[in-house]
């Protein structure tokens, strides 16, 4: 019985951990900037057919395909950001709902004429496969490769967006765009780089997910629900809420279809109702 609930906690949490990397960009994105990006889960997909086209077309390793597909997802976002996004940052958030989620129509179909509709499988390398057996339990290699990646990335965000410099010019734009700019801010900039940064995670996000979930073109769509939620619940802008919310929702969503499979995949959304109602701002949102 004890084994069971440590490999439900464990791979519950490793599950919440590959949430935390598809949504923090977008927590970054909707808290700090104030926009509301629907096409966020087509940036991790970007990344993940980065991965793929690396690994079975190229012929690239596994960890070398990564950081490319950070740039990739980064880049891409860069140029819609300076091309379309900046036009609609004083717009109405319908506007901005309308035309991100079309753009996710859009890369959709591209993928799918590109890569057709089927699952595109990867293959790591073997020392990220079989399992590690412990404490009367067999912890999957990938799974906990995937935990420390998660780990390593929050704490860098924390530090780069509570103790640096630029954390401080982010803040300072975020609160007052006119006074940061008077103090010699290049409020765009800074932008563009938060922008880039919450995009080319998610598609690093969407490069580790293809293990776990696979890679279809309706990944962005699919998974765009998850990434709110974790947003949501917990709070906008807040890294800490992002990771604590998605690991909740991680190990809710994985004991509840191990435990309760007959509504286990409803879980996570009732999950969401219950904290929100307590807290309609998310567990760490800026209160009013």
């Given amino acids: 019985m004890g084994a069971q609930i440590l490999g439900v906690l464990f791979d519950g949490f490793a599950y919440g951990m590959l949430l935390f990397l598809l949504s923090v960009g977008l927590s970054v994105t909707l808290g700090l900037m104030n926009f509301i990006n629907l096409a966020h889960g087509a940036f991790a997909m970007i990344g993940g ?20 597909a950070f740039l990739a997802a ?38 799918a004429y590109l890569f ?17 057996e412990a404490i009367d ?3 999957g290699v990938y799974r906990i490769f ?3 990646v998660a780990l390593v990335i929050t704490a860098l965000l924390v530090i780069g967006l509570e103790y640096t410099r630029f954390g401080a010019m982010v803040r300072a734009a975020v609160d007052n765009q006119r006074m940061a700019s008077g103090l010699g801010i290049d409020v765009e900039t800074v932008f563009a780089i938060t922008f880039a940064l919450g995009s080319g995670l998610a598609g690093l996000g969407g490069a580790l ?23 949501a619940v917990g709070g906008l802008g807040s890294i800490r809420g992002s990771f604590v ?21 409803f879980l996570i959304y009732g999950l969401m109702i219950g904290i929100l109602f307590f807290v309609p701002l998310g567990l760490f949102g800026k209160r009013a």
């Fill in 49 to 68: 057919y980065v991965t793929v086209t690396l690994m079975n077309y190229l012929g690239w390793p596994f960890l070398a395909s990564l950081p490319m």
């Fill in 74 to 111: 980064a880049i891409v976002s860069v140029a819609l950001e300076r091309t379309l996004f900046r036009r609609l940052y004083t717009s109405d958030p319908l506007q901005q709902v309308l035309f991100t989620i079309g753009l996710v129509f859009v890369i959709s179909a591209i993928a």
């Fill in 116 to 132: 057709t509709t089927e699952v595109q499988p990867v293959r790591v390398p073997d020392y990220l496969r079989g399992s590690i």
């Fill in 137 to 139: 339990y067999t912890f």
């Fill in 146 to 148: 995937l935990i420390a």
């Fill in 209 to 231: 997910s293809i293990e776990i979930v696979g890679l279809d073109p309706s990944f962005a769509f699919h998974y765009l629900v998850y990434m709110l939620i974790v947003v």
């Fill in 245 to 265: 919310a998605a690991t909740l929702l991680g190990i809710g969503d994985v004991a509840g279809k191990y435990y309760v499979p007959e509504i286990g995949a």
